[in-house]
Nanobody, 128 residues
């Protein structure tokens, strides 16, 4: 069974930067999408960054493109989310997610229903 554990959340000033980490263990498949979703108060969960283990292709919505960067370290079984130029609207609980690549259709990489494995979440608050 795949387990995902996030860390690195906290309070940061608007315009600041923060990096989240996700430790993964027990992968039942070799090729997968892994990355991050978030849920702000009163809002639907939103996919913010996904990376393919097969070729490193990344997926971002327009709301974070150019500000967030997802990366992974296969040797350490870690995935990261580097967030720059943070805005108050980035405040949310951030979740590490993963799923087998073959189960996700092209164009649906940022749809939450396509991910079976979720971490517990880590709170990010952007406020001065």
């Amino acid at each position: 069974q795949l387990h995902l554990v996030e860390s690195g959340g906290g309070l940061v000033n608007p315009g600041g930067s923060l990096t989240l980490s996700c430790a993964a263990s027990g992968f039942p498949f070799d090729e997968f999408f892994v990355g991050w979703f978030r849920q702000a108060p009163g809002k639907e969960r939103e996919g913010v960054a996904i990376i393919s283990s097969s070729d490193g292709t990344t997926y971002y919505p327009e709301s974070v493109k150019g500000r967030f960067t997802v990366s992974s370290d296969s040797a350490k079984n870690m995935v990261y989310l580097k967030m720059d130029s943070l805005k108050p609207e980035d405040t949310a609980v951030y979740y590490c997610v993963a799923n087998e690549i073959d189960e996700i259709l092209g164009g649906q990489e940022l749809q939450q229903a396509n991910y079976d494995y979720w971490g517990q979440g880590t709170q990010v608050t952007v406020s001065s």
